[in-house]
T-cell receptor, first 114, second 110 residues
Framework: KAGVTQTPRYLIKTRGQQVTLSCSPI?????VSWYQQTPGQGLQFLFE???????NKGNFPGRFSGRQFSNSRSEMNVSTLELGDSALYLC?????????????FGPGTRLTVL | TQLLEQSPQFLSIQEGENLTVYCNSS?????LQWYRQEPGEGPVLLVT?????EVKKLKRLTFQFGDARKDSSLHITAAQPGDTGLYLC??????????FGQGTTLQVKP
């Protein structure tokens, strides 16, 4: 079974631009979560989508948004990029109904904002 | 707000040594997971502990969940260079989402 895939793997943008990241979950997984990982803040939860609906949300500004498609693939968008948005963005999928919400992570997208 | 604190943040040891990583909180978690992340990759789930006092072993790794379900530890026996990586604990909050600790970076030198 193929793992979680994320595209692109690396991205360089400038301040003020917007960016869209893509995630394909493991086949059969309907829950997709997004995390931001930085050296200073660690791994922080952005949001979770299930059946095309946002089910859970972290404490990030409205510039961060996401969506999920009927095939469970998900995208996240960051508008008006700031230098502090430079981070590794990780997508994780899980089986809905998994009692302990165990996450299967993709390799991440490394975003650099100049 | 539920928080998880990991210690130490960094650990550099020689091959063959033993080590323990701690994950502490003032909050109770319904379950706790440990992940390992290698450079350029996403975290990989190692184990989930759910019962207070539970001990799980995975080869040379021993995981323990505190009796009160507020803390956990990871003990590695006879560490090997292949154990090098970032170790993350994650607690399942009362809303179901995972809260991650800051991580422990382990370097095992040959």
């Amino acid at each position: 079974k193929a793992g979680v895939t994320q595209t692109p793997r690396y991205l360089i943008k400038t301040r003020g631009q917007q960016v869209t990241l893509s995630c394909s979950p493991i086949s059969g997984h309907r829950s997709v979560s997004w995390y931001q990982q930085t050296p200073g803040q660690g791994l922080q939860f952005l949001f979770e989508y299930f059946s095309e609906t946002q089910r859970n949300k972290g404490n990030f500004p409205g510039r961060f948004s996401g969506r999920q498609f009927s095939n469970s693939r998900s995208e996240m968008n960051v508008s008006t990029l700031e230098l502090g948005d430079s981070a590794l963005y990780l997508c994780a999928s899980s089986l809905d109904g998994a009692k302990y919400n165990e996450q299967f992570f993709g390799p991440g997208t490394r975003l650099t904002v100049l | 707000t539920q928080l998880l604190e990991q210690s130490p943040q960094f650990l550099s040891i020689q091959e063959g040594e033993n080590l323990t990583v701690y994950c502490n909180s003032s909050s109770v978690f319904s379950s706790l997971q440990w992940y390992r992340q290698e450079p350029g990759e996403g975290p990989v789930l190692l184990v989930t502990v759910v019962t207070g006092g539970e001990v799980k072993k995975l080869k040379r790794l021993t995981f323990q969940f505190g009796d009160a379900r507020k803390d956990s530890s990871l003990h590695i026996t006879a560490a090997q260079p292949g154990d090098t990586g970032l170790y993350l604990c994650a607690g399942q909050s009362n809303t179901g989402k995972l809260i991650f600790g800051q991580g422990t970076t382990l370097q095992v030198k040959p």
